[in-house]
T-cell receptor, first 115, second 113 residues
Framework: EAQVTQNPRYLITVTGKKLTVTCSQNMNHEYMSWYRQDPGLGLRQIYYSMNVEVTDKGDVPEGYKVSRKEKRNFPLILESPSPNQTSLYFC??????????????FGSGTRLTVV | TQLLEQSPQFLSIQEGENLTVYCNSSSVFSSLQWYRQEPGEGPVLLVT?????EVKKLKRLTFQFGDARKDSSLHITAAQPGDTGLYLCAGGGSGGSNYKLTFGKGTLLTVNP
């Protein structure tokens, strides 16, 4: 089954403790992206990647890091999480240059709480 | 910056009623997509419209792209409780930006039995 898999689904952590949210897709998509979703603010893009070793900032990159060492994986790293990073996070992928035509495939989300 | 405004923000109706939600922008988009998101899950693509004036039907859902490719609507006929969810519109970039989608904030639809 074609899918984007995120782990973990739920995570509660403490301020300052580094964490990684993993994302993997099995569709050979070049484009991958991370979003956070907050009430009243909608989906906001954090980082995106056009291909292996090619990443760029989205609209809200502060406090986050990403890497793209393999085509299928795009982990999101929070080096020193803070309570304002409490949110619902989604990973998404699409065929390179075709997101506007074929759309994005989203993962099921990671609900992160930072206390 | 391209923005998409969705209205209404919230909609609560009874089973069997019809409804329309709107997605508007001052910018032109190469395409317009609609997604549905159920609680605890990621958005799922419903449809993509790419031509100004285009109308697509998906069972009881009718999607329309405005002639000027700045707006879109989603009409649901005889809504059912299974239609409950957050409906998101997303505008597609063009040319070198056709990988990019700009999302609206969504319309939260509740269909009561």
């Amino acid at each position: 089954e074609a899918q984007v898999t995120q782990n973990p689904r739920y995570l509660i952590t403490v301020t300052g403790k580094k964490l990684t949210v993993t994302c993997s897709q099995n569709m050979n998509h070049e484009y991958m992206s991370w979003y956070r979703q907050d009430p009243g603010l909608g989906l906001r893009q954090i980082y995106y990647s056009m291909n292996v070793e090619v990443t760029d900032k989205g609209d809200v990159p502060e406090g986050y890091k990403v890497s793209r060492k393999e085509k299928r994986n795009f982990p999101l790293i929070l080096e020193s999480p803070s309570p304002n990073q409490t949110s619902l996070y989604f990973c998404a992928s699409s065929l390179k240059g075709r997101g506007s035509i074929y759309g994005y495939t989203f993962g099921s989300g990671t609900r992160l709480t930072v206390v | 910056t391209q923005l998409l405004e969705q209205s209404p923000q919230f909609l609560s109706i009874q089973e069997g009623e019809n409804l329309t939600v709107y997605c508007n922008s001052s910018s032109v988009f190469s395409s317009l997509q609609w997604y549905r998101q159920e609680p605890g899950e990621g958005p799922v693509l419903l449809v993509t419209v790419v031509t100004g004036g285009e109308v697509k039907k998906l069972k009881r859902l009718t999607f329309q792209f405005g002639d000027a490719r700045k707006d879109s609507s989603l009409h649901i006929t005889a809504a059912q409780p299974g239609d409950t969810g957050l409906y998101l519109c997303a505008g597609g970039g063009s040319g070198g930006s056709n990988y990019k989608l700009t999302f609206g904030k969504g319309t939260l639809l509740t269909v009561n039995p």
